[in-house]
C-alpha cells in the first residue's frame, strides 16, 4: 500500500480542492485562499501561488520573520458518481512566507515550511513527520486518475462488477444479475478500489492489488487486463 507520505504528496500534488487557512483572516470569504497552483520543493515546503493582491500574500508580505503560521487543507473527492463521494482529506501546517520573483508580475509565490502533516483517508488516519514527506513520490497515475476512473465507470461497467466473483463466498455464486452495482471508486499504482453498492442504504469497499506495483498507463493496461481476466474465469 502507498505510506501516509506518499498518500499525501500525491494529494498536494493533484487537482484536488486546497484551502490555504490562516490565523486573523476572513474565514467567510474562502476563495481568495484557494492557491492557483501548488507544488513541493526540494526540501518538502509546499508552494503556493496566488494573485498578488491575496489577503494571504499581504498577510505573508507584512508578517515579521517566520511567525505567520497557516494550514493547507485538502479534500478529496472521487472523480465519478458514488455514495461517500470524500475520499479523504490532509491537512499540512507550517509557517507561510513570500517570496518574491518566483511567480510572474501580478502574481506571488508563498511558501509553507513544512511543520507538520496529517491524513485521513480510505487507507486510515496517520500522522507525517517532516523527511517523509520530503522524500516520498505522489503516485505515478495521479495525473490521470480521475479521466481513467471515469473510463472505468462509462466503458467498462460489466467487467468493474465481475469483480465481485472475486471476493469470496459473499458474491461469488451470485448471478450476474443478481451482483451489486460497481463503481472505481480509487485507481494508484498498487491496485484498484471498487466500491460495490448493495442497496440503498449499504454499500462496502474491496480492493484488487495488481500482480506488481504499475509505472505508467501501459502498465495499468496490462494489469487491468490480467485483473479482468481472472474475475471472468
Known amino acids: 500500500m502507498p505510506s ?13 480542492s486546497a484551502l490555504l487557512v490562516v490565523p486573523g483572516l476572513d474565514a467567510a470569504r474562502a476563495e481568495p485562499l484557494i492557491p492557483d497552483s501548488r ?8 508552494f ?3 494573485p498578488a493582491h491575496s489577503p494571504a500574500v499581504r498577510a505573508a508580505t507584512h508578517a515579521q520573520g517566520d511567525d505567520l503560521t497557516a494550514v493547507l487543507e485538502i479534500t478529496d473527492v472521487a472523480p465519478v458518481s458514488v455514495p461517500h463521494r470524500i475520499r ?9 512566507t513570500s517570496v518574491p520573483g518566483l511567480a510572474e508580475p501580478g502574481r506571488m509565490m508563498l511558501r509553507l515550511e513544512f511543520g507538520e502533516a496529517y491524513v485521513d483517508d480510505l487507507w486510515g488516519a496517520d500522522d507525517i513527520d517532516a523527511e517523509d514527506f520530503r522524500d ?3 503516485d505515478p497515475l495521479a495525473a490521470h486518475e480521475a479521466e481513467l476512473l471515469q473510463h472505468l465507470a462509462a466503458s467498462h461497467d460489466e467487467q468493474v462488477r465481475a469483480l465481485c466473483g472475486l471476493l469470496g463466498e459473499r458474491t461469488a455464486r451470485a448471478r450476474p444479475q443478481d451482483r451489486p452495482s ?7 499504482r498498487f491496485g484498484l478500489r471498487v466500491r460495490f453498492i448493495e442497496g440503498r442504504n449499504s454499500c462496502f469497499d474491496a480492493r484488487f492489488d495488481f500482480p506488481e506495483p504499475v509505472r505508467d498507463v501501459t502498465g495499468l493496461r496490462r494489469a487491468m487486463h490480467t485483473l479482468f481476466e481472472a474475475a471472468a474465469h
Not at 501516509?4 to 484536488?16: D, H, K
Request: hydrophobic fraction near 45%.
Open 4 to 16: 501516509a507520505a506518499e498518500r499525501t504528496r500525491t494529494l498536494v500534488q493533484s487537482t484536488c
Open 48 to 50: 503556493l501561488e496566488f
Open 88 to 96: 479523504g482529506r490532509a491537512w499540512i501546517s507550517g509557517w507561510l
Open 39 to 46: 507544488r513541493v520543493g526540494p526540501d518538502g515546503d509546499v
Open 136 to 138: 516520498a513520490a505522489p
Open 182 to 188: 460497481a463503481v472505481p471508486v480509487a485507481l494508484d
